[in-house]
DNA sequence: GCCGTTTTCGGCCCGACTGTTTTCAGTCG
């Protein structure tokens, strides 16, 4: 059988949606019919055993890496009754209540399960009786009665077409029903042979826009991480205030908010006309084409292949729409519903009176005093109980990059994947106004790794380095300790011991059971010379997923052994994420932010830290880097005085 | 299906753009 590019497509997710790529070998795309029911697709939920064990279809190896019906797993079932509901004609307020369940359940922090256990499902917003039976039955059995009757009248492949830009449920199922298109590439062929035309609401513009949408579908790409998309519409909306009658642009949307990924990027303009900003945005070097124009907001298509939104609204209402085009949209919702339970109406114009009377937007706080709220930080509008949170003046005072004081993850040129000398790292954290930075090199199990010998030595001469220095940062000797595979540090105790700072991370074995990944965690906290965990969920955007550790119990030991859990600001890594951060903060555990720098240019990247940081509701008090030397010394496990165990040593 | 300082029944956020349409449905943000 020859397949066109476009079927391999169909039958292949794009990148970074796979299961677990690591482990299944046979799923290559070699075999994409294959793939299709096999661990590529998460729509498939048949092809898992139950929620306990799950295997892969065609290599049968158990899945590791997703042991259990976790919080996605629950929201992605949901969220298909949700289409399924609107495909098959059902209620459409119905469909949305499964949505809004979906989306309830995806971002909690907690794994729904647990909330099962305790018999508190139902006291989360948008679940009822019903759909908490619901997700009962998924935890128990992988699967529930609703979903798979759902499922039997819609074959699989129709599923898939809602994916398509501009194909809503109408579309999908018009062409399911009355045309038998049952997967993609029954849709291309449709859309060629004119059957497609003839269908109601359709014509020649609307079948060539949907082709057009089939072939970015096949090339898409997924969200990309925050910071490749951030410069860009920066520099994007630098353009647009220099635009005449512009008074103010901004970044909106989820890059707003910080989220850890991104969609396309979204910009707001406050001006007095749309023509020349429209126009100054087509011409703007990053833009490839509008797909869409109109008086009030546009469509482009970058060169990057990212989509961009630009929305231009008056001044008076720049402040409403601003709050808008941030979202999220669930957020949106809740502040409208609440605004329509006051008989107000909120839109991207403003606040609005029953008799339709403006009562403010210009400013997002104008939105937020008209429904009684303070202002509530973009970082914390998920739709994840901010409002319930700023109703009661529980939101909390996030921590800012400026409260940061010291760096306590960075690499110098001693690590084989570093290179910058401690000279041009001092100079790069002293411009940038750490305190103190810790120099944390690898250890021996890495390539060019530091031994026992080799790490006192390098330690000596941080601190010579050190001592001969006037001015910011203080400098700690450190380490970045490999976890072995047995849970051992990679370095002798007496060394570590010996050093002002130590970071234990696991690099190796990622894909052993999750059990043992916890356990070797576990280990290193209670060897009692660890003071922070490096990157503890091991992941990598669009590379790997998290473990699938038991993080509860690593909150547990890390709270008993006083070892602090790291907030890794690497744009790829972001690890812990917003959620553990949350779950962290709410276990008493110590959060430090660390930039993990290979190189001095890196040492910026400590903003990524903090938005995370701040995504995951934390204050300065729940971070140890924002303590100045004296102060933090004070708080670790072991008595420590920084930059004298060397000189201790070496005296003997 | 969920939910309640109007409601336990009857609502469910609000608006822009496109292509089809002869007044608006569908999709998206
Ligand atoms: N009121 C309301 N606002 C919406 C709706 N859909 C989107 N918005 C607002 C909130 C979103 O954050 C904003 C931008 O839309 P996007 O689709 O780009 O979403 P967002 O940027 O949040 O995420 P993304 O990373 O792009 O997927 O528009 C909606 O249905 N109702
Ligand atoms: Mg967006
Ligand atoms: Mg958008
Ligand atoms: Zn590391």
Known sequence: MKMSDLERHLHRG???????????????????????????????????????????????????????????????????????????GGNAFKARAY?????????????????WREGKLTELPSIGERIAAHIEELLNTGRFREHDQLLAKVPPGVLELLKVEGIGPKTASLAWKRLRVKELAALVKACRDGSMEKLPRMGAKRVAAILLALERYQARKGRVPLHRALATAESIAERLR??????????????????????????????????????????APEVETLTATGP????ARLKSGLQADLRIVPPESFGAALHYFTGSKAHNIELRTRAMRRGLKLS??????????????????????????????????????????????????????????????????????????????????????REYLAITDHSKSRPL?????????????????????????????GVEVDILQDGTLDLPLD???????????????????????????????????????????????????????????????????RVALEVNAMPERLDLDDKHCRLAKDAGVALVISTDAHHASQLGNLRYGVWMARRGWLERGDVLNTLGPRQLEARLHRPRHFGTHIELRASL
């Open 242 to 283: 220099k635009v005449p009658h512009v008074r103010a642009a901004e970044v909106a949307g989820s890059i707003r908010r910080r989220r850890e990924t991104i969609g396309d990027i979204d910009l707001l303009v406050a001006a007095t006309g749309a023509d020349e900003v429209i126009r100054a945005f087509r011409e």
């Open 296 to 299: 009030t907001k546009c469509t």
């Open 449 to 477: 790794g530091l031994d026992a010998v080799q790490m006192r030595a390098h330690a000596l001469a941080i601190q010579r380095f050190g001592l001969q220095r006037e001015e910011a940062p203080r400098l700690l000797t």
């Open 495 to 561: 060394v570590l011991q010996g050093l002002d700072w130590v970071v234990a991370s696991i690099h190796s074995h990622f894909t052993d059971p999750p059990g043992k990944i916890t356990q070797r965690m576990i280990a290193a906290m209670r060897s009692g010379v660890v003071d922070v965990l490096g990157h503890p969920g091991g992941r990598q955007l669009g590379l790997r997923d998290a473990y699938a550790f038991d993080f509860e119990k690593v909150l547990e030991v890390a709270r008993a052994e």
């Open 348 to 433: 991207e114009y403003g606040v609005f009176d029953r008799q339709g009377k403006r009562l403010g937007g210009e400013t997002e706080q104008d939105v937020y005093r008209a429904v009684g709220l303070p202002w509530i930080p973009p970082e914390l509008r998920e739709g994840a109980g901010e409002l319930e949170a700023a109703e009661e003046g529980r939101l909390p005072r996030l921590i800012e990059e400026k409260d940061v004081r010291g760096d306590l993850h960075v690499h110098s040129e001693a690590s084989s994947d570093a290179h910058s000398s401690l000279e041009e790292l001092c100079k790069e954290a002293g411009r940038l106004g």
């Open 14 to 88: 794009p990148p970074g949606e796979g299961f677990h790529r690591e482990t299944c070998k046979k799923a290559a795309p070699a075999s994409p019919a294959v793939a299709a029911v096999s661990c590529a697709d998460p729509a498939q939920p048949s092809g898992w055993a139950g929620p306990h064990r799950r295997w892969c279809r065609v290599c049968k190896a158990e899945s590791w890496r997703r042991p259990s019906m976790e919080n996605a797993d629950v929201a992605q079932v949901l969220a298909e009754v949700a289409d399924l509901l609107e495909l098959t």
């Open 99 to 115: 949505r809004q369940a979906a989306q309830i359940v995806d971002l909690l922090p907690t794994p729904v399960s647990e909330l």
